[in-house]
């Protein structure tokens, strides 16, 4: 080994050791990115004869976890996460601050969720009038409008029906747009983090219109919540009769309050808005309403003044979580990692650059790789220590490829509060190992 | 799958994605109701007239029966909304401008307004009987309601200040942006799949 290797190794395992003595969080933030790739990299260096020489003589001490007793057991609990996690949670934007805390949202922390499921206390949040808390008990579900025979069910009616379980991931229409042409957002939750992900349980949606009697000549539905917003979406009969559920858990549990508890409604792959939650009311018709929902708001400004409206999936697309703005990493190995999903199908690859854009290397996808699901892709990179800018860069299971920003901006208008952002989105790593928003 | 055809691809990767191109399907169609199960149990549109609330904004069906001008709509608004959205409606505490922003959608900075906006009046209606005030939402009369929806689009211009507001009057407003819509067309970008030497 060259001396100049040796020093370095040496550096590493110094600092290695100095974050096990600070005794810090291995799987969140800033500083755990820069521990698990100087442990990978320490661990990689042991196996040398005269890394040996550099080994760690200290005696390491029996860990006090070792010689005292743990915390009793309680008869009946709801466990939380350690309290050394703490700092992972939901947060809002730091860029667009609403003047209230109703018709609002919370973010995703998707640098620190493992996998592909977001656990229900990080899903992300979006309510136009905050979030009730109903009594299943006494909340009802009606199928009305052009049915043969209108419909009432009871929770308790709805959870008797043999069960549908899918895993899907949701995303909110405006997912990144506080960032289409400048870097505004320092991390990828404010960024990305109106995406989430979970394994859902409920009732096809097109067997309780079966069981109404739906008219053949039906189109359009509306499905509408009993929150205090009244929020409502119309929805083509198609993608309800096809993969729309009733749904009143989320990864082994009852919905959430905020996910909208006791039922929602969930289209999967599309936009999250219209996965109407706290779920009252379903109703057939032969157009759609233009409510509000869909006209002033959720629509996407196209060139000349226009406005695309019903714009429902939420197409391909694919970001870097680890390493990730407000990150700092070390020279060598360092496993880029990332979400991909589409809205039209599976994810069939994921391309990653660390130059920019100019040269791609094919990721590697982790199995489950789910239709209309979060599917995790990994690219192993030695960074040599030079500033570099690292994107990902996704094709879906129509062969649709995720454009860049630019390819965007040719054909909508990116002015205002635009919906819809798939595009490319990189990060600028800098020659000291900090990581950057990289937009514009 | 044209687009993965594309320059500087390995064949170990082309025939991977052309695999995977061929497992692809429709995954996600719900199986049918082979069980028999069926729990609904009947009930009257009667029953539902407190919850039938939806209009169909585009032609009014579903607008009830009821009255209201700008004249009223102004002092309702003062007592029950200006707090949150401010005098004359031009922002408050709580939410932005809903006046103006006509003729912006051409310029760089789009001003989004119920009067802009809106292609169909009876939005207002709609909106504003089920969400609005914030604080006591379906609290208002829908005489109330007509009269708050004069009051907006009296203050965007597109209606006089005695002009009465009903389930037919608010129905033949013209709104500035009725043709500013049109269908989701996409995919509407075409990116390629380069992989060596791109930009």
């Not at chain 1, 929770?155 to 960032?179: A, H, Q, W």
């Not at chain 1, 239709?371 to 030079?386: A, E, I, S, V, Y």
Request: aromatic share 8%.
């Amino acid at each position: 080994m060259k001396q100049h290797e040796k020093e370095q190794l040496l550096q590493i395992v110094k600092s290695s050791e100095k974050d096990i003595q600070a005794d810090i969080s291995i799987t969140h933030g800033r500083r755990s990115f820069l521990r698990n790739t100087v442990a990978m990299a320490g661990s990689a260096g042991m196996l040398g004869a005269s890394a040996l020489a550099n080994a760690q003589s200290d005696v390491l001490p029996i860990p006090e976890s070792n010689k005292t007793m743990g915390n009793q057991l309680k008869f009946e609990s709801y466990g939380v996460p350690s309290k050394y996690e703490s700092n992972v949670k939901r947060r809002r934007s730091d860029i667009l601050v609403n003047k209230q805390q109703y018709s609002d949202w919370s973010m995703t922390p998707i640098q620190s969720t493992p996998g592909i499921v977001t656990p229900n206390g990080l899903f992300y949040e979006r309510h136009h009038n905050g979030f009730p808390d109903i009594d299943p008990d006494h909340h009802k579900l009606v199928v009305h409008g052009m049915v043969a025979k209108p419909l009432v069910l009871t929770m308790n009616d709805i959870v008797r029906y043999p069960t549908v379980t899918k895993f899907y991931f949701m995303e909110c229409s405006g997912n990144g747009l506080t960032d289409w042409l400048t870097a505004k957002s320092k991390t990828v939750q404010q960024t990305h983090g109106l995406l989430s992900c979970a394994q859902w349980t409920g009732v096809p949606v097109s067997w309780i219109l079966d069981e109404a009697g739906i008219d053949p000549k039906a189109t359009w539905l509306i499905a509408e919540g009993a929150d205090a917003s009244g929020h409502f979406r119309s929805i083509p009969i198609d993608k309800m009769l096809d993969d729309a559920l009733l749904v009143y858990a989320m990864n082994g549990e009852m919905l959430r309050p905020e996910n909208g508890y006791p039922l929602r409604l969930l289209l999967p792959g599309w936009e999250g808005n219209v996965s109407i939650k706290w779920l009252r009311r379903i109703k057939a018709g032969t157009e759609p309403w233009h409510a509000r929902g869909e006209t002033a708001r959720y629509t996407d400004p196209m060139p000349g003044g226009k406005w695309r409206k019903f714009s429902f999936v939420m197409e391909a697309k694919s970001v870097i979580t680890n390493p990730s703005g407000g990150m700092q990493i070390q020279p060598g190995f360092n496993e880029i990692r990332g979400y991909a999903w589409s809205g039209n199908g599976k994810i069939n690859a994921v391309d990653v650059s660390v130059d920019g854009g100019k040269n791609w290397q094919t990721a590697e996808l982790e199995e489950p790789v789910i239709d209309k699901c979060l599917t995790r892709f990994k690219f192993n990179w030695k960074w040599q220590g030079g500033p570099a800018q690292i994107v990902s860069r996704c094709v879906d299971s129509t062969g649709y490829v995720q454009p860049t920003v630019a390819d965007i901006q040719k054909v909508r208008a990116i002015t205002g509060f635009v919906q819809h952002h798939n595009g490319l989105f990189p990060w600028n790593v800098s020659s000291n190992g900090e990581v950057t928003n990289g937009i514009g | 799958m044209v687009s993965v055809k594309q320059i500087g691809f390995g064949l170990g990767l082309l025939s991977t994605a052309l695999f995977l191109a061929c497992t692809a399907s429709a995954d996600t169609t719900n199986p049918k109701n082979t069980s028999g199960a069926a729990f609904g149990k009947p009930i009257s549109e009667q029953a539902l007239v407190l919850w039938n609330i939806d209009i169909r904004t585009q032609d009014g069906k579903g607008l009830p029966p009821g009255s209201g001008n700008a004249v009223v709509g102004e002092k309702i608004y003062n007592e029950k909304c200006l707090s949150c959205h401010g005098a004359d409606a031009k922002g408050g505490a709580m939410y932005g401008t809903m006046v103006g922003g006509i003729g912006s959608f051409k310029t760089n900075t789009r001003v989004l307004t119920p009067g802009s906006m809106y292609p169909y009046a009876p939005i207002l209606f709609d909106y504003v009987r089920r969400a609005m005030p914030l604080t006591a939402p379906q609290s208002l009369t829908n005489d109330e309601v007509y009269a708050l929806s004069a009051y907006i689009l009296n203050l965007n211009g597109l209606v006089d200040k005695t002009a009465v507001m009903n389930s037919t009057s608010l129905v033949a407003v013209q709104m500035p942006n009725k043709d500013g819509f049109y269908v989701d067309d996409r995919p509407d970008t075409q990116a390629v799949r380069c992989m060596t030497h791109c930009k």
